[in-house]
């Protein structure tokens, strides 16, 4: 079926995969979600190679079924935490090499949004580094990030709010949260859109 997705895989595509064995279902959307989100070049940046042999070791599908449980217990810091683990100062450090704090919220986003058993109504969202450097250059908060570079903060409580603040703001303006994040990914920059001041009034809500 991976062979199957379309060209370029979409976040659809990748939503869409199913299976009746739950641990071919997570396989295949993991792989997916690295597919999508590292492209198929051999997760290949310019120059840069990303070996990620350890993630898809022997013990990929525990870590997927550990993640998959905390996602339908409604646990998302917890599903994040299998990724990562507390390093010097309370700063996370990632469990598997090449699968670091910007890419770790993918795997659980799309397990999440994949569930045979219904979408949870709280699911994780993408916080990827363009997400959170676009969150605190329009808001000023800075919560989410790294100060020297504003990548991703490797903070499960900080990524559960962040959650939660995205379905709040997603309510608020009757939509799926994945626009308002794909709004920070891609739009950001951009002067002139009705979106903005919706969000960062919902923004003054949840972080006075």
């Given at each position: 079926m991976i062979n199957n997705l379309s060209r370029p895989i979409t976040r659809s595509s990748v939503i869409?995969?199913?299976?009746?064995?739950?641990?071919?279902?997570?396989?295949?959307?993991?792989?997916?979600?690295?597919?999508?989100?590292?492209?198929i070049t051999g997760t290949r940046w310019g120059s840069w190679v990303t070996d990620i042999s350890?993630?898809?070791?022997?013990?990929?599908?525990t870590v997927l079924a550990d993640c998959d449980?905390?996602?339908?217990?409604?646990?998302?810091a917890e599903a994040y935490e299998v990724f990562a683990h507390p390093?010097?100062?309370?700063?996370?450090?990632?469990n598997h090499h090449?699968?670091?704090?910007?890419?770790?919220?993918?795997?659980?986003?799309?397990?999440?949004?994949?569930s045979p058993d219904g979408v949870p109504a709280e699911y994780p969202m993408i916080l990827d580094?363009?997400?959170?450097?676009?969150l605190a250059q329009l808001t000023g908060y800075r919560l989410l990030v790294r100060p020297a570079n504003y990548r991703p903060?490797?903070?499960?409580?900080?990524?559960?709010?962040?959650?939660?603040?995205?379905?709040?703001?997603a309510s608020a303006l009757d939509v799926l949260p994945e626009a308002i994040?794909?709004?920070?990914?891609?739009?950001?920059?951009?002067?002139?859109?009705?979106?903005w001041s919706a969000c960062r009034a919902q923004h003054a809500l949840h972080f006075p």
């Open positions: 869409g995969l199913r299976d009746p064995n739950p641990v071919t279902r997570r396989r295949r959307v993991a792989i997916a979600s690295l597919m999508w989100g590292y492209g350890n993630f898809l070791s022997p013990t990929l599908d449980a905390h996602l339908t217990a409604g646990r998302i390093g010097a100062g309370g700063v996370a450090v990632e090449g699968i670091g704090v910007p890419y770790i919220t993918k795997i659980p986003y799309f397990l999440a949004r994949n580094t363009k997400v959170s450097m676009a903060r490797p903070d499960s409580a900080a990524y559960e709010r962040y959650v939660s603040a995205m379905h709040g703001w994040e794909y709004y920070l990914w891609d739009k950001a920059d951009k002067s002139g859109s009705p979106l």
